[in-house]
């Protein structure tokens, strides 16, 4: 949810886009989520000690700027590059990075290992090429910060099906 915030704030100083007073509205209602859905220890004690450090907050804020910094780029490009070119460059960024954290986690790498366990796998991706798609595509035409905070509404509708549909607990 700081992707908006970060691609407002790039945009305004690389494309002289205006950053309204309706995106700054968004972005301090997607940083207060964030924080509550966080719930960073330094702003709500627990008795229970955490094992992460501080600092592992700065990798999704760094994912979140360069994906601010990507949607700002697939703006400058606009129609000028076609949309499964920049949707296959950020999916090799998002490999290469999946790899990168992968390795760096020495989490165990668990592969699917039937049709029913892949398929839907096979569908998200193929969902997500077609997100990337519409999103470079309605990055060609509107602002940045815009694009990016219509994009986090997946999130929400995801959330608010779990929720109502899934009835899924919530902290």
Not at 4 to 32: M, Q, W
Request: overall charge neutral; proline content about 5%; hydrophobic content about 50%.
């Amino acid at each position: 949810f700081t992707t908006p915030f970060f691609a407002g704030i790039i945009a305004r100083f690389y494309l002289k886009e205006k950053y309204t007073i309706g995106h700054i509205i968004a972005s301090v209602f997607g940083l207060a989520g964030i924080v509550l859905i966080a719930k960073p220890t330094f702003l709500f004690p627990t008795d229970t000690p955490s094992d992460a450090p501080w600092w592992y907050v700065l990798v999704p804020l760094g994912t979140a700027a360069f994906m601010g910094w990507s949607y700002v780029c697939s703006r400058i490009a606009g129609a000028s590059v076609s949309p499964i070119t920049i949707s296959f460059y950020l999916a090799i960024c998002q490999l290469t990075g999946g790899v990168v954290y992968q390795t760096g986690s020495k989490a165990e790498f668990v592969n699917a290992s039937c049709f029913e366990e892949r398929s839907p796998l096979v569908v998200c991706g193929l969902l997500s090429v077609a997100i990337y798609l519409c999103l470079n595509k309605g990055l060609a035409i509107e602002k940045s910060a815009t694009a990016t905070l219509i994009r986090n509404c997946d999130t929400v509708m995801a959330y608010l099906v779990q929720i109502f549909i899934f009835k899924a607990e919530t902290d």
